[in-house]
Each structure stands twice: as structure tokens, then as C-alpha cells.
């Protein structure tokens, strides 16, 4: 058995407490062995140098578009709506599977950087996604966004069947790495009939839902004129509530909603950056929280935020938290931290986002040694309000080092980030 051992530093514990500890890694089963005094545990046959740092879970964006790196900075102060119609659907028309691959390596090398270990993508050309994926040594859950807006009957029940279609032929891959899910893009942009087969596709090969829902109020309002109810509870009459489906946004939620999200056990993804740049609005996250809904932290695609530093998210949820509560108390760092760990591998469905022994070994080591992070009175409050992606120098998944001081060792960096230059240039200049 090989084994890693991270030592020198301060361990994140799963109660959100720090303590000096090492942590001893089973490299071979991707497991973490133990967490022990430091000098106590036996040397390991690599190491990880944490003095001055704190050893957290990786953290897991739970909703995301990697390959939208191609995008960033292509169409901003935009409203949603019309920024997918004149902006983003038009560009998108024009990828290839090479450029999602290549927007995919650049997103997956920016998340490695900053500390990610694990996220959740609704896209398309999923073979180039799984493949960028394992590649990299990541954990992901991944699936074919369907939208059947604009298509016929035969072109729309197509897209619900590639997306089972793939959910169940990269559902384990990558060693276990690489989960699936059946992924409807949203209740306005997908058919009735087809969110049903959705429903009835993902329960036969036993994958969960992603979707999103009540982003904007102009997703909400056309299925309460058009039904006389709720979007959640639309979704709830199909079916696609329960603890195997999670969400994306849920800014605009009222309380039976919010009810019906606590009795299925549905998962909710938080992607406050986004919400703020296209003015969707400000979610209800501390009432969400304390309904007991499983909340996750995502940053959706880089083309609407625009960046995919899982930290930022963080401050960014908290802040956003306070001012949709009025309460400086609201989604305090704590809080905040659980959610962008625990929080969202329990969302999506994984069994990462605490250090102890058994738990996946996924891990991300921030150096605490920077101005901006002196003096370190509470390291919780410094991962929620300070941290940076840029101090992570260390980053490992399933027991694999990714990253290694702030070099990326499954990733040649330059070649990615040249690469994706070349076919963002290329795609921009094709779509117009």
C-alpha cells in the first residue's frame, strides 16, 4: 500500500474546528487512514509540507459548465434571458467536441489551482468532458444538458435519450472518479413530456436529476400563469423531487416551496456570484439552511461569473446571505465553509468534503503565510472572508497529488491555457 502523509500544519476538522494534526492518506484506495498528533502517525511513503497551513477538504463546486471558460468575458451586463438567446446559445451552436475539451482542461486546471477537488458539470460532448476528467485526476458528477426549446417531437426525445444514454455509459468511470447524472436543463427549457422521460431514465439506471430551477422571475412566472401553481410544485407533481435530484439556483422559492424541497430531501446549489452578476437575485440561503435542505456551493459557468475560485463563492454567499436575511448573523463563515464542502458533496452525492479516517481522500491544503491572512485570530473566518484560490498550495484527489506548490502535475499548464486561448478566438470569431 502507498501511502501520503500531509504534515506539519492545521487540520480542518469535520466540526469546523482546527487543531495541529498530520494526516495519513491510503494512496492506492484513495482513503484517508487517519488524522493524528503530529510525530504520532507512521511516515508515509510521499509528503506534503503544510507547515503554516491549514489542511481543509477539497472543496466541491456542486453546479457548473467547465467548457464556458471558452466564454469568459464574452458577453457581460447582460440579463439572463437575453444574454443565453443573443449571447450564449448562438456561440454555443458552434462548438466542437474539440472545444469542449479544451474549455473543460482550462476549467478543470483553474479548479485544481484553487483548491477543487470535485464538481459537478451540465454540458455537452460528455466523452470529452469524461475524458478531460479523468486526465486530470478529479472527481466529477457529469451529464447532457437537455433543451428541447425550438426542437421537434423526434430531435427533443433525442436529446432526453443521449443524456441517459450517457449517464449510463460513464456512470464509474475514471476508477469511480466520474458519477453521472440525467441533467433536463430547466422546467421552461425542457418539454413536459420530456422532463417525464427524463424522470422515468434516471430512475431506471439509478442516477440522480441535476437541473436548474427558479433562477429568474421570468422562469417562475410563465409556469404560474400557464399551471396556477409553483414551479417546485410542478416539478413535484413529475416527479423530479427527491434525495436524488439537486437543483441549481433557487433564488426566487416561496415557503411551500421551500416545504416541499425539505420533505423530498432535494438538494439546492447556491451560485451567488452568478445570481449577482445577472441580477437573477438574492436567495433565501439561511432559511433554506434552516429548513434542513442539503446546500451546496457552485460557480457556475465562467461566462457569467467569471471565475471558477470556489473561495470567492464563498465570501460571496456569505455577504449575499446577510443581505437577503438583513442579518450580519446570517450564513455565518462556518456555515458558509460547510456548505462548499460537505455541504455540496452531500448535495451531489458524494462521499467527500470532511477529514476524517474512511472519507475519500480529497484534500486541499491553503498556506496561511500571506499578509492577508495575518493574523489568523479565527482560520474558519479566513477561509470564508479571505482566502484567496491563489493560496492553495497544495491540492489532492482520491489520494492522487494534483498539485504539488502551486504546480500542476496531471495538467501541462501552458499547453492548456494555448490552447484554449486559440479555440475561444476561433469560436468567437465563428459564431459572429
Not at 482513503?31 to 507547515?51: C, M, N, R
Not at 434571458?81 to 474549455?103: F, K, N, Q, S, Y
Not at 415557503?255 to 425539505?262: M, Q, T
Not at 452568478?274 to 460557480?299: R, Y
Request: aromatic share 2%; hydrophobic share 45%.
Amino acid at each position: 500500500m502507498a501511502t501520503l502523509q500531509i504534515s506539519g500544519g492545521q487540520v480542518l476538522l469535520p466540526d469546523m474546528t482546527a487543531t495541529r494534526a498530520d494526516v495519513l492518506v491510503d494512496q492506492d484506495g484513495g482513503e484517508i487512514i487517519s488524522v493524528g498528533d503530529p510525530g504520532e502517525l507512521s511516515a508515509g511513503d510521499e509528503t506534503l509540507d503544510a507547515e503554516g497551513c491549514l489542511v481543509i477538504p477539497g472543496l466541491v463546486n456542486a453546479h457548473g459548465h467547465a467548457a464556458m471558460t471558452l466564454l469568459r468575458g464574452y458577453a457581460d451586463d447582460k440579463p439572463l434571458g437575453a444574454w443565453l438567446r443573443e449571447d450564449i446559445w448562438p456561440a454555443e451552436a458552434e462548438l466542437t467536441a474539440e472545444d469542449v475539451r479544451a474549455g473543460t482542461e482550462l476549467g478543470i486546471l483553474e479548479m485544481i489551482k484553487s483548491g477543487t477537488t470535485a464538481f459537478a458539470d451540465m454540458y455537452f460532448e460528455v466523452a470529452e468532458i469524461a475524458a478531460a476528467v479523468e486526465r486530470s485526476g478529479m472527481r466529477a458528477r457529469i451529464g447532457h444538458g437537455i433543451v428541447t426549446v425550438g426542437k421537434d417531437d423526434e430531435a427533443a426525445r433525442a436529446d432526453v435519450e443521449e443524456s441517459i444514454a450517457v449517464a449510463r455509459e460513464f456512470d464509474g468511470n475514471a476508477e469511480g472518479r466520474i458519477n453521472t447524472a440525467v441533467m433536463p436543463h430547466s422546467l421552461t427549457t425542457v418539454s413536459e413530456n420530456c422532463l417525464a422521460l427524463s424522470v422515468e431514465g434516471a430512475r431506471e439506471i439509478g442516477v440522480p436529476i441535476h437541473i436548474h430551477a427558479n433562477e429568474t422571475h421570468e422562469e417562475v412566472e410563465p409556469i404560474v400563469e400557464e399551471r396556477g401553481i409553483r414551479p417546485l410544485e410542478y416539478a413535484d407533481e413529475l416527479g423530479l423531487l427527491g434525495e436524488d435530484t439537486f437543483l441549481a439556483h433557487g433564488i426566487h422559492l416561496d415557503d411551500r416551496e421551500i416545504s416541499l424541497l425539505a420533505d423530498s430531501g432535494t438538494g439546492v446549489i447556491h451560485c451567488p456570484a452568478s445570481n449577482m452578476k445577472l441580477a437573477s437575485g438574492m436567495a433565501p440561503v439561511e432559511t433554506v439552511l434552516d429548513a434542513g435542505i442539503s446546500v451546496g456551493i457552485g460557480t457556475d459557468g465562467a461566462a457569467s461569473n467569471n471565475d471558477l475560485d470556489l473561495f470567492d463563492e464563498l465570501r460571496d454567499a456569505a455577504m449575499i446571505g446577510k443581505l437577503a436575511a438583513d442579518s450580519a448573523a446570517a450564513v455565518p463563515a462556518d456555515r458558509v465553509v460547510k456548505m462548499a464542502t460537505a455541504g455540496s458533496a452531500e448535495a451531489i452525492g458524494i462521499d467527500s468534503g470532511r477529514i476524517e479516517q474512511g472519507a475519500n481522500a480529497d484534500l486541499a491544503v491553503v498556506d496561511f503565510k500571506k499578509p492577508h491572512l495575518t493574523p489568523a485570530h479565527d482560520p474558519v473566518s479566513h477561509l470564508a472572508y479571505a482566502v484567496r484560490g491563489s493560496d492553495v498550495r497544495h491540492t489532492v484527489c482520491d489520494g492522487e497529488v494534483l498539485m504539488r506548490d502551486r504546480e500542476v502535475l496531471t495538467l501541462e499548464e501552458k499547453a492548456v491555457c494555448e490552447t484554449a486561448e486559440r479555440r475561444a478566438m476561433e469560436l468567437v470569431e465563428r459564431a459572429g
